[in-house]
């Protein structure tokens, strides 16, 4: 799962689709990270760990980090948030190969439609709400489509 910050959008859509997979019997690694360093190190904002904890998703514990190149080995799915995340990874990506593994996450929601999970940062507090909404929407989506894989 990736964003700009990994302290808002990304960290959630991992605390959420860890929460969701947590009964499924598969070994699944599940991370997030940001494009930019800006936050490297910090716990997830105050404001997204408060609102999850009322959805029983904890993220208090995680740490932002910067995406590097290893992700595109080390994961199959990449999901990105906006359309300036998904042209920052695709900017990355070495080959076909690494391209093909990045989503914008709302794409499983409205295939082709390209939409971007609003970016609660800058806005007030019920925009943390809605991007839950968004995101528990969307990660329900990609765990049916992982069951049915399996
Ligand atoms: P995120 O939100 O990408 O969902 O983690 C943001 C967090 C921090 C900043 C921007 C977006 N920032 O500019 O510091």
Redesign the pocket.
């Known amino acids: 799962m990736v ?8 960290p959630l859509a991992e605390g959420i689709l860890r929460e969701k997979t947590k009964k499924l019997s598969v070994n699944l690694t599940i991370d997030s990270a ?1 494009t930019s360093n ?2 490297v190190g910090e716990h997830p ?1 105050k404001r997204t760990i408060e609102n999850a904890f009322k959805h029983n998703v904890d993220i208090s514990k995680l740490k932002a980090r910067q995406f590097s190149l290893n992700d595109f080995d080390n994961f199959d799915l990449i999901f990105v ?1 906006d359309s300036s995340n998904y042209s920052d990874i695709i900017s990355l990506a070495r080959n076909n190969d690494d391209k093909e593994k990045v989503e914008m996450i709302l794409n499983r929601v409205y295939p082709n439609a390209n939409i971007s999970v609003p ?1 609660p ?1 800058f806005g007030v507090e019920q925009g943390f709400e809605n991007v839950f909404t968004i995101l528990n929407n969307a990660c329900e989506i990609i765990v049916n489509s992982l069951i049915e894989s399996l």
């Open positions: 964003c700009l910050g990994n302290i808002c959008r990304s940001g800006y936050h904002d948030m970016d940062y």
